[in-house]
């Protein structure tokens, strides 16, 4: 790659030898810390990842927004550092990926709200040094340490990088790891497969037509996701997700006694005891068995509600006097 006067657009400088030769293929997964400097007299550090507490992540092939690091660390062995001196035409895009790095590493409450390109030429990024790359850009120095490299089979993809065939096939692999993990008891665990099987099911749906035997099949499968989420947020005491995703399972399926007994338990958790009543008298509608079980929730609720309805008149006893 060279410049139009002949010289090259990339110079490489190595700082310390790899140890070892790698193959790079489309999918190879690298981690690599990297430096970023401004080829000024002071050196400028832009960016440091070792600052943002863990390496940067790459997946080639994946058109990744910043092609150059795709191109330098094909061009490296495994554990080398090296210094890339590249050309300023070269590096436009680094200020808007510079400013997503900075973000990701911030409470979500800190982070600056996203924006096209476009607007942050106009308006700017939010850091000055970035603002001032883009008003004047320059070329730029990126210290590389090569850490580790994984080839496409060596790593669970995420979906992201899946095509349908292997998020077809992961879902059910999803689906009983995390069912493995709900009966050690680790529900927090347990509910993060769930979620990310239920997201490629989305993700599936997405390109077929609703209604279809296809989506059709894809929502069946949802269901008993959908069950075993709520249940380990009803563990998890966040209420309002059970009752949202039991509702969901309720929509197309009416008669779900798992989704109904769920969200009635959501409902006593969230003190909508209305709610919460015609739930479970629905399960025992539709399933005697459970009624001993529905009973004792029941008397549950009402105790609940004695112990609501004088708490409240104490209370309200105490601003009368």
Same mark, same amino acid.
């Given at each position: 790659?060279?410049?139009?006067?002949?010289?090259?657009?990339?110079?490489?400088?190595?700082?310390?030898?790899?140890?070892?030769?790698?193959?790079?293929?489309?999918?190879?997964?690298?981690?690599?810390?990297?430096?970023?400097?401004?080829?000024?007299?002071?050196?400028?550090?832009?960016?440091?990842?070792?600052?943002?507490?863990?390496?940067?992540?790459?997946?080639?092939?994946?058109?990744?927004?910043?092609?150059?690091?795709?191109?330098?660390?094909?061009?490296?062995?495994?554990?080398?550092?090296?210094?890339?001196?590249?050309?300023?035409?070269?590096?436009?895009?680094?200020?808007?990926?510079?400013?997503?790095?900075?973000?990701?590493?911030?409470?979500?409450?800190?982070?600056?709200?996203?924006?096209?390109?476009?607007?942050?030429?106009?308006?700017?990024?939010?850091?000055?040094?970035?603002?001032?790359?883009?008003?004047?850009?320059?070329?730029?120095?990126? /210290?590389?340490?090569? $850490?580790?490299?994984?080839?496409?089979?060596?790593? *669970? !993809? %995420?979906?992201? @990088?899946?095509? &349908?065939? =292997?998020?077809?096939?992961?879902?059910?692999?999803?689906?009983?790891?995390?069912?493995?993990?709900?009966?050690?008891?680790?529900?927090?665990?347990?509910?993060?497969?769930?979620?990310?099987?239920?997201?490629?099911?989305?993700?599936?749906?997405?390109?077929?037509?609703?209604?279809?035997?296809?989506?059709?099949a894809l929502e069946?499968?949802?269901?008993?996701?959908?069950?075993?989420?709520?249940?380990?947020?009803?563990?998890?005491?966040?209420?309002?997700?059970?009752?949202?995703?039991?509702?969901?399972?309720?929509?197309?399926?009416?008669g779900n006694v798992?989704?109904?007994?769920?969200?009635?338990?959501?409902?006593?958790?969230?003190?909508?005891?209305?709610?919460?009543?015609?739930d479970f008298m /629905?399960?025992?509608? $539709?399933?005697?068995?459970?009624?001993?079980?529905? *009973? !004792? %929730?029941?008397? @549950?609720?009402? &105790?609940? =509600?004695?112990?609501?309805?004088?708490?409240?008149?104490?209370?309200?006893?105490?601003?009368?006097?």
């Amino acid at each position: 790659m060279e410049h139009k006067s002949g010289g090259p657009l990339i110079t490489k400088n190595i700082l310390h030898a790899g140890t070892k030769s790698v193959s790079f293929t489309t999918g190879t997964k690298v981690y690599f810390h990297f430096q970023t400097r401004k080829c000024d007299r002071e050196q400028t550090i832009v960016d440091d990842s070792r600052k943002f507490g863990k390496p940067m992540e790459l997946v080639l092939g994946k058109n990744f927004k910043f092609e150059v690091w795709e191109t330098v660390v094909q061009m490296m062995a495994l554990n080398e550092v090296a210094n890339f001196t590249v050309d300023k035409s070269l590096v436009s895009g680094y200020p808007f990926l510079s400013k997503t790095l900075r973000e990701a590493g911030k409470p979500k409450d800190q982070r600056r709200p996203h924006c096209c390109g476009v607007m942050m030429q106009n308006e700017g990024t939010g850091y000055e040094d970035l603002n001032q790359l883009i008003k004047e850009p320059c070329d730029l120095v990126f /210290r590389i340490e090569l $850490l580790k490299v994984e080839a496409p089979e060596d790593y *669970q !993809k %995420e979906s992201w @990088q899946m095509n &349908e065939e =292997e998020k077809l096939k992961a879902i059910p692999s999803l689906h009983s790891e995390g069912n493995s993990l709900f009966n050690n008891k680790n529900y927090k665990a347990a509910s993060e497969k769930y979620a990310l099987a239920l997201g490629m099911l989305e993700q599936l749906m997405l390109v077929e037509k609703p209604g279809a035997e296809e989506w059709l099949a894809l929502e069946k499968q949802k269901v008993p996701l959908l069950l075993n989420f709520s249940q380990c947020k009803l563990y998890e005491k966040d209420y309002y997700t059970v009752i949202e995703h039991c509702s969901s399972v309720l929509k197309s399926d009416p008669g779900n006694v798992k989704a109904l007994f769920r969200r009635a338990k959501a409902h006593m958790g969230a003190w909508n005891p209305q709610e919460a009543r015609e739930d479970f008298m /629905r399960v025992m509608e $539709l399933d005697r068995s459970l009624l001993a079980t529905v *009973q !004792k %929730e029941l008397k @549950q609720l009402e &105790e609940m =509600e004695k112990k609501q309805d004088e708490d409240d008149r104490s209370k309200l006893k105490g601003k009368m006097f």
